[in-house]
């Protein structure tokens, strides 16, 4: 059985298709990355996985249990194993980075403060962050924050972790250190993962299979190895971030009943 299990997911706003009957599956311990343009429902399906949006049809599960048919308290402890990465760390600016990582240890568990203590300073080490806990987000670089936000998503020892852009707006020193932190953290931890991102360096890095969302439809998911000779042309003009192809092309209109047809 997939940790997250994606059947004909499908998602729409108003008349904006964004999920078109995706299918994902990602196993244990397994590193799933998606690709896609600005607006092809990437965040989305991360919203759906943490059952923040309700499909419209299909279903998302984890660990075999239906997002949306878990009551509040199921889907509260669903999301206890879920760690969320998000895009600019959204970090509580009034507190410290110990505060912040702290944050959740002292709403969801009854430890003492001297063990919470020692998980902060344990999950601040392992992102490269030990000795920071006193600062404020303002005076952390954009790659600190991001590396204090996955202290915060790790401490509460997650069986998933979901990343949402961890590497926008970062140089490309800071997004290879990003990449290798994530890479790091699936291997020490163990944990199954999600990562949406636009950097394609940092996608065959972490990756066990890649996946690509276009117009609302999953066009492929592979191994990277795979991914990188899929004969598609979407596919290929991602990889090779040229502007002529089929990926800047609008997506269809949708279909007007027979009745508006004739009208």
Known sequence: MPVIDVVDLSKAFGTKVVLAKV????????????LGGSGSGKTVLLRTIMGLLTPDSGQVSIEGKI????????????????????QMAA?????????????????HTKMTEAEVAARVDECLSMVG?????KLKPAELSG??????????AIALKPKILLFDEPTTGLDPVMTDVIGRIILDLKQELGVT???ITHD?????????????????????????????????PVI??????????????DPPAPKRKAKEASA
């Open 200 to 232: 394609l360096k940092s996608a065959f890095m972490i990756a066990d299979r890649i996946a690509l969302l276009f117009q609302g439809e999953c066009l492929a998911c592979e191994t990277p190895e795979v991914f990188k000779v899929n004969p598609n």
């Open 143 to 152: 790659g600190m924050k991001r590396r204090v936000g996955f202290a915060r």
């Open 236 to 249: 290929q003009q991602f990889l090779r971030g040229d502007a002529e192809g089929p990926f800047l092309q």
């Open 67 to 86: 997002i949306a048919e878990l009551n509040r308290e199921e889907l509260s402890n669903i999301r206890k194993s879920i760690g969320m990465c998000f």
């Open 23 to 34: 299918n994902l599956q990602v196993e244990e311990g397994e590193s799933l990355v998606v």
């Open 129 to 133: 962050m030990k000795d920071t806990d």
């Open 91 to 107: 970090l509580f600016d009034s507190m410290t980075v110990f505060e912040n990582v702290a944050f959740a240890l002292r709403r």
């Open 193 to 195: 993962s999600i990562t």
